[in-house]
């Protein structure tokens, strides 16, 4: 999770991570409820002790159907990362990832252009609606 932090705040997202399934799905139920909702949705296949991504499909889908989610995993977990879309999901991000891989899931699920995306001082400088988005998953 740390790493993926690091990875997501090099490229300008910004994660909010979960202990849990639960925490993942009360943290997004209040995101889509306040003025900043997340931009996609970044789940494990799965969590020890708890739900995986695709136990949680269903009820992120009720809180916010349009929201892209995307699972991830080191583990093969049968055809759940060759096949994402069949269970829910835009996009499959196999772990160890990368801060390429990382920005080309995020570009296409959120329909960006690819490429470096602009950080910190950049960021200041770009009108607001050419700045990035701030909640971008969990």
């Given at each position: 999770c740390v790493l993926a932090q690091r990875i997501a705040s090099r490229i300008g997202f910004q994660l909010e991570p979960a202990k849990n399934g639960d925490e993942a799905i009360a943290k997004f139920s209040a995101?889509?409820?306040s003025d900043a909702p997340f931009d996609?949705?970044?789940?494990?296949?799965s969590i020890p002790g708890g739900r995986g991504?695709?136990?949680m499909v269903e009820?992120?889908?009720?809180?916010?159907p349009s929201v892209p989610l995307i699972v991830t995993s080191g583990w093969s977990e049968g055809d759940l990362l060759s096949n994402p879309e069949s269970h829910?999901?835009?996009?499959?991000?196999?772990?160890p990832f990368y801060r390429q891989q990382f920005a080309e899931?995020?570009?296409r699920v959120l329909d960006l252009p690819s490429g470096?995306?602009?950080?910190?001082?950049?960021l200041d400088r770009l009108s607001p609606e050419d700045s990035t988005r701030k909640n971008d998953g969990l």
């Amino acid at each position: 999770c740390v790493l993926a932090q690091r990875i997501a705040s090099r490229i300008g997202f910004q994660l909010e991570p979960a202990k849990n399934g639960d925490e993942a799905i009360a943290k997004f139920s209040a995101a889509a409820d306040s003025d900043a909702p997340f931009d996609a949705v970044i789940l494990d296949a799965s969590i020890p002790g708890g739900r995986g991504a695709a136990e949680m499909v269903e009820e992120f889908r009720k809180i916010a159907p349009s929201v892209p989610l995307i699972v991830t995993s080191g583990w093969s977990e049968g055809d759940l990362l060759s096949n994402p879309e069949s269970h829910g999901f835009a996009e499959a991000l196999p772990k160890p990832f990368y801060r390429q891989q990382f920005a080309e899931v995020m570009a296409r699920v959120l329909d960006l252009p690819s490429g470096p995306r602009p950080t910190g001082a950049e960021l200041d400088r770009l009108s607001p609606e050419d700045s990035t988005r701030k909640n971008d998953g969990l």
